[in-house]
């Protein structure tokens, strides 16, 4: 299993009113931290924060993918799944950094069979965080997803513990493998480490009551929700579902990358005018 990344001294910090993002272009292009009037709202550390999913999002069934009558096999992080992608655990190279935005950019390469590359934008506003990622082939077509894996703490030490709200239209009913095994059925309650539907896009809600409400909102069609630990829940907006590449693949070409997008929007409790400050 590939260790987490560390931390990188070569930090972008982004800054809009009250908001302040940090990326780790070296720790695998995550966004490291995210804070609203000084109320951190993503949990930090190594593998934490929000990490880029890409070419594939979630559990990839026995580390292998299927593609034109060829199999290519993945180091299996999630025994016996490989998991994630190929992308959050190596550097990232900054095309462009500004104080509000950045942009950084991936190649692809080994393990990952097909020459392309991955580019993420981050742009900060003083109520939101817009994110987007695209994937492009630099020849041979292959399929690819994209995604975010963010972890949201639950107790932001203001305010009551995190809420999650959503309507989708289906869950991808879960096998003894955690793979989606082909059914859609009626959402469940959770606790979830499942996929979700949303065919009109992504839209959830996480309210801290009390704190802070963060909408999320993505052009992608599937969610998973992760909220089993006691102090973490994510909220992960991907193209498709886990071991999509497989079973619904999104081919790329040249002339036809794959571009996601997710807005994160934030806002005081009702009646608490100055977003300056959270009580």
Same mark, same amino acid.
């Given at each position: 299993m590939h260790d987490a990344p560390t931390a990188s001294p070569d930090l972008l910090t982004l800054n809009a009113g009250p908001a302040v993002a940090v990326v780790d272009p070296a720790g695998g292009g995550r966004l490291a931290a995210l804070s609203v009037a000084g109320v951190e709202l993503l949990m930090p550390g190594a593998g934490f924060g929000s990490f880029p999913m890409a070419p594939w999002c979630g559990r990839l069934a026995g580390g292998v993918l299927r593609s034109a009558g060829r199999f290519h096999r993945f180091p299996r992080e999630a025994p016996p799944h490989a998991i994630h992608g190929t992308v959050r655990n190596s550097p990232w190279r900054v095309v462009r950094a500004a104080a509000d935005s950045a942009l950084l950019e991936h190649g692809l390469g080994a393990p990952w069979p097909f020459a392309g590359r991955v580019t993420q934008e981050f742009a900060l506003s003083p109520s939101c965080l817009r994110l987007a990622m695209t994937v492009e082939s630099h020849g041979e077509p292959f399929p690819a997803q994209a995604g975010w894996h963010p972890w949201?703490?639950?107790? $932001?030490? %203001? /305010?009551?513990?995190?809420?999650? &709200?959503?309507?989708?239209?289906?869950?991808?009913?879960?096998? +003894? =493998?955690? $793979?989606? %095994? /082909?059914?859609?059925?009626?959402? &469940?309650?959770?606790?979830?480490?499942?996929?979700?539907?949303? +065919? =009109?896009?992504?839209?959830?809600?996480?309210?801290?009551?009390?704190?802070?409400?963060?909408?999320?909102?993505?052009?992608?069609?599937?969610?998973?929700?992760?909220?089993?630990?006691?102090?973490?829940?994510?909220?992960?907006?991907?193209?498709?579902?886990?071991?999509?590449?497989?079973?619904?693949?999104?081919?790329?070409?040249?002339?036809?990358?794959?571009?996601?997008?997710?807005?994160?929007?934030?806002?005081?409790?009702?009646?608490?005018?100055?977003?300056?400050?959270?009580?």
């Open positions: 949201f703490r639950r107790d $932001l030490g %203001t /305010g009551g513990p995190a809420e999650l &709200r959503l309507a989708a239209a289906w869950q991808e009913e879960r096998g +003894p =493998d955690h $793979l989606p %095994t /082909g059914r859609r059925i009626a959402p &469940r309650e959770g606790p979830w480490d499942d996929c979700f539907g949303m +065919p =009109d896009g992504v839209a959830v809600t996480v309210d801290w009551p009390g704190a802070l409400t963060l909408e999320i909102t993505s052009s992608a069609r599937w969610v998973v929700i992760y909220d089993e630990p006691a102090e973490a829940l994510c909220v992960e907006p991907q193209s498709g579902p886990p071991n999509g590449l497989n079973t619904l693949p999104r081919p790329v070409t040249p002339r036809s990358p794959l571009t996601v997008t997710s807005t994160w929007h934030w806002s005081p409790p009702a009646g608490q005018a100055d977003e300056g400050q959270l009580r």
